[in-house]
């Protein structure tokens, strides 16, 4: 989508569709909704007064209404986007609002529309702390990108119904206020064509996105951003002695990949500076190996590397918004297949770290190839590391599909990555790994097993594994197994690949900017 910003007045941009927000500003609990447009523009608010008036919408989120002709505007239609409650109103519905006006229109055919900067001021001054207007434009242009976004690129019978071409229009006087919403606006459209380089990384299917296939891919993300990037197979994964990897990748007729990306800051880093390292499982598919999974949703097991594309994507957005901090981006890509040479259960593989495990489930492959991958990140100099996974499924029956797990061995570490989601504005719930659960994962013959000894708190079994693995490192554990994919289109956001976590370790690598 060819996406610009305009300072003008949104009544007279001339558009085939123009879309401007609304709240409910009806304060108490059992009153009819009383929409309200976000917009001091009296044109506007004309136009739409009569079907306002008429109750037949209600400004809930994810709600529209469509006005042709509009009085008094330039534009040939209005559409009346919904965000629910005024006094609920949060940079989040403005990211969804944004999403919901892209999905309106797709359908209906029109290519280029506008959306009217919502003006949070039009209402009382409560709300105007709230929403910093950087904030606001970074999460509409965020909403927008990735509301457009479908994905039938399999569709042999495509239907082109993208919108080509949206303008957000404001009408902000205030030079400081137009830098702000200027400099969010970039910010939104960085983020947001990363996270969606993600999701379509996550969106292929096994066949086609090998280990192999997702180097590749990498390596041209990293030659197009001038990152440094290098992909590795076998041969170097043994000289590195990586035998939780190998186990990994030993069932599958595709080779396993090494990804190691690395952003350095403009003019190079201080010596004592910190290092960040990014984690990624990037199996590209999951069949458990030879404890095999049931085959009942097991086609999913595609989206088994949204750790590993949240990382490329990470890197991609970090190349652009080049922060001052040394950045090295590490995934772990492998096919985990049941075959004659697939490691099996009780087998006791030698991690590169020095440290045995006894294989008990094949299906607990995730965390073999991290304890490798985290391992490396260290050796390569990282201070302080963060992986993603969709590591789990004990993960969502904890949390289901709206937080994803979070664990830290570090305190500062997660207060900062938390403080980073009130930008991201992704959700992540942070569950313990204390080390009385140790416990958890005592092997009889080795020195640790790689399930939990019960069912119980698999989610937390995981975390302690990894936790093996970094030392006194400061490090965050991201479970996206819940998260990475959207099960159902919503009217801001189409079913499949979320694009999680990108958006999150941006924040936090960038809060380490010298
Ligand atoms: N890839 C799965 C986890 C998963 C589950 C991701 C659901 C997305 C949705 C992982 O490799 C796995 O299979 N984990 C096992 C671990 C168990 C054997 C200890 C699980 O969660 O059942
Ligand atoms: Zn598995
Ligand atoms: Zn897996």
Known sequence: MDTKLMFQDAVGFPTPMLAVFA??????????????LLTTSNALTHAAAKVLASGEFKAGLGETLLLHNPGGVKAERMLVVGLGKAKDLSVDEVRKGGGTAVRAVKPLGIREMAIAFPEDHALDDEHLDALPCKLMSRTLVEGAELGEMDWDTYRSERK????RSLTVVSNEAEKTSREEIQAGFEEGLIVAEAQNFTRSLVNEPGNVLTPTELGKRAAAMCAEMGLACEVHSTAKLQELKMGAFLAVAQGSAQPPALIVMTYEPEGGAAKDAPVMGLVGKGITFDTGGISIKPADGMEKMKYDMAGAGAMIGAMRAIAKLKPKVKVIGVVCSAENMPDGAAY??????????GKTIEVVNTDAEGRLVLADGLNYAKRLGCTHLINAATLTGACVVALGMINAGLFSNDETTWQKFMDGTKTSGEKFWRLPCTDDYRDHIKSQIADMMNTGK?????????????????????????????????????????????????RSIVEWVRGYSA
């Open 454 to 502: 019960n069912r119980y708190g698999g989610a937390i079994s995981g975390a302690m594994f990894l936790k093996e693995f970094v030392g006194e490192t400061p490090w965050l554990h991201l479970d996206i197994a819940g998260c990475a994919w959207n099960e159902e289109t919503k009217p801001w956001i189409a079913y499949g690949p979320s694009g999680i976590a990108v």
């Open 23 to 36: 709240v409910d500003v009806a304060t108490s609990k059992d009153a009819d909704p009383l929409p309200a």
């Open 344 to 353: 099996k259960p009780g087998d006791v593989v030698t991690a590169m770290s």
């Open 160 to 163: 082109d119904r993208s919108v």
